[in-house]
């Protein structure tokens, strides 16, 4: 009995109650969730830049940020299809729906995983010359693809597994999880490069170790579950039916994902060219202040992205369940609380920008300054990021995957191709090339909220009777 009261505990009912403090629960326990994730490759570039004898191997593992985006988003945007579906079919009951995406998930992570890995090691050095990489510093990052794209098969099940249990309304165990993998991280990075010199094989290696035991847990943890999501191994299985919804929501997710990650290439490339007149000496200051930077907006952006996944979850389970008053009142929560925790988080990174930036990059003063000006560049409107991400999560969640889709591939990806070979062609300047994220952040949001905006009005205005739905139990 008490062990049932603790699982209840950590599940939380989206359909019923106050929606404010549990949007705000929910998003922040995935917001830490997520800043552990991140620290795995914060841990990298700390310790590297730290105790590591090579003076460009923070350029060299911040050149593979992109490609290590690229090649992974294209499959864990199908983890936005089994959240919706794992939500919808948990809004309503539906145990043999639910049962069936669970284990098609499974059965799809597995796929994807390995996919990602032949992908990433056949691939990986031909978008590093493709990229302008600097000679300084493509052979290192060639070797940290090599040996982190093993881990991709683990990175994926956490993923999908972590995705199934947001659905649930489950985000305590994922945060758990990633504590004991992320603290297991920094230690192996520590004695990689600390005491074994392996420089960017070793962060590399400790990221994959960590990868398997974020794997690991996530399984036990969903083969331990009670009710509808219970995981059993001998079930996993690609059911048609689970895989064309998941398709037809996570695809253009995928998509999305993958031509946000193309745009960032061609960014990336425009930043390793201001490196070309450096790479005699051996330096790479711009790629160098830029990963940093970058890493640093990692987290502001995937605090924000927290509310992206609340209103989607909260929206599929409100949605399926006909609370359609709900649903409209989730989209402005989360807008409320990405604009509190983006002008918060963006004051504070601001404010300590060039000690933050220093941590990555030691001792190098230009780099430094390079990173802080593409900071403050983006940070002051960041919390528009926010906003599109949460319209966006919105109409996934009504199971309109390809309207932000279309949005985002006009809006972040055209819109930013067009400005590097129009406008930063014509003024080939440092401020210039970042301008083109919160442009492009301003117009998405817009487009995207008025679709928003349009779905609500076809909504009915009235709930089903509320004595009609019940917590669902697990």
Known sequence: MILAKKRVKREMDMLNGPLFGKIMAFSFSLMLTNVLQLLYNAADLMIIGQFSGSD??????????????????????????VSVLVARGYGTGNRDATE?????AMALAIISGFSVLVIGMVLSKSFLVWMNTSPAIIDQSALYLRVYFFGAPFNM??????AILRAKGDTKRPLYFLSLSGLVNVILNFVFVYFLHMDVAGVALATVISQIISAVLIVMSLRRQDGMCRLHIRKLR??????????RVGLPASIQNMLF???????????????????HLGKAPYTSGSAAANTIESFLYTSLNSFYHAAMNFTGQNYAA????????????????????????????????????????????????????????????????????IT????????????????????????RVFWIYTVFAINHDWSVLFLSYPVSWILTSAAQYLCCYIAQKKMPKTDMPSEEIAPIAA
């Open 56 to 81: 460009t191997a923070v350029a060299a593992v911040g050149a593979t940020t992109m490609i290590v985006n690229l090649i992974l988003n294209l499959f864990i945007g199908l983890s936005v299809g």
């Open 100 to 104: 069936k995406a669970i284990h098609t």
């Open 157 to 162: 099940v956490y993923n999908f597994g972590a």
């Open 238 to 247: 690609i059911h048609q039916d689970s895989l064309l919804q998941i398709i």
């Open 261 to 279: 990650s193309i745009s960032a290439i061609l960014i990336q490339s425009s930043v390793n060219s201001f490196d070309i007149p450096f790479a």
């Open 322 to 389: 006909r609370k359609y008053n709900r649903v409209r009142k989730v989209m402005y929560t989360c807008m409320l609380g990405a604009l509190c925790v983006g002008i918060a988080l963006s004051t504070l990174i601001l404010g300590f920008g060039k000690p933050l930036l220093s941590i990555y990059i030691p001792g190098d003063l230009e780099a430094i300054e390079y990173g802080y000006q593409r900071l403050w560049i983006l940070c002051p409107i960041y919390f528009m990021c926010g906003i599109m991400e």
């Open 392 to 415: 966006s999560g919105q109409l996934r969640g009504l199971g309109k995957s390809l309207v932000p889709m279309c949005i985002s591939v006009i809006g972040i990806c055209g819109f």
